[in-house]
């Protein structure tokens, strides 16, 4: 969700307020240059953008705390993906305006479920009109709650292990390993399991003393998570550096 920052930036930082602090952070990317990623995006990803997506992807712009959304250029590969393993049962953790949850039900068959996780109903509902305008809430099951009593809910019927194709992640950092235990009975083998930002705004390749304050617990516990999912035998894993840094896992067995 950023271009790498160096420690001239991290100066620059300072006396910013947060919310300024995370805008000039996130800038949305982690190529070299903010041409060369706005290119990326007006050649490949927006030319092919469904108009509703583009309708929401505006109105969360204006949003302040826009930088939570769903990349465009991630959200088009996440698509790919659900075309490529056919699925139809998917989990959202972390909906905010509901991006990538639109660009879900917009891809998955018109009998696909998405469970869609997320503390915050009142964002969702910010995007709620331009998912009833795509005819896709019916593809929707929105919970508002903390995700962890959630997917416990989920797995306390038999029915549901290994019943789900897709898993999509975009919540606190903090339990993103718990997720990871979780959906590893959820989804089935074959399935997928995305994870965002684990490239955390390029914070994860800086020295620590040249992390902004705002980065550095979220480095921290990317880095552990990173870790712990290199050496888990049972997914194959590739990071894209896509919007902030996106792990695919394909479950092994």
Known sequence: MARQISCETRNNLRGMDNEKKRSAIFSKGLLQSGELYQYLLETNVYP???????????????????IMATAPDAGQLIAMLLKL??????????VFTGYSLLRTALTIPEDGK?????????????GLPVIRK???ENKIEFIESEALPVLDQLLE????????????IDADKINYWKYHERLMKLVKVGGIVVYDNTLWAGSVAMPEECTPEILREGRQRTLEFNKLLAADPRVEIS???LGDGITICRRMH
């Not at 509703?52 to 705390?65: F, I």
């Not at 998405?114 to 910010?126: F, G, L, P, Q, T």
């Open 157 to 168: 019927d038999p029915g549901n292990e290994n019943g789900f194709d897709f898993a999509f």
């Open 48 to 66: 092919r953008e469904p108009e509703l997506l583009k309708e929401l992807r505006d109105m969360t712009a204006t949003h302040p705390r826009a």
């Open 134 to 136: 795509a005819g896709v």
């Open 85 to 94: 393993i056919n699925a139809k049962r998917t989990i959202e953790v972390g």
């Open 114 to 126: 998405i469970v869609a996780i997320d503390m915050n109903r009142e964002a969702y509902e910010i």
């Open 239 to 241: 990071l894209a550096p």
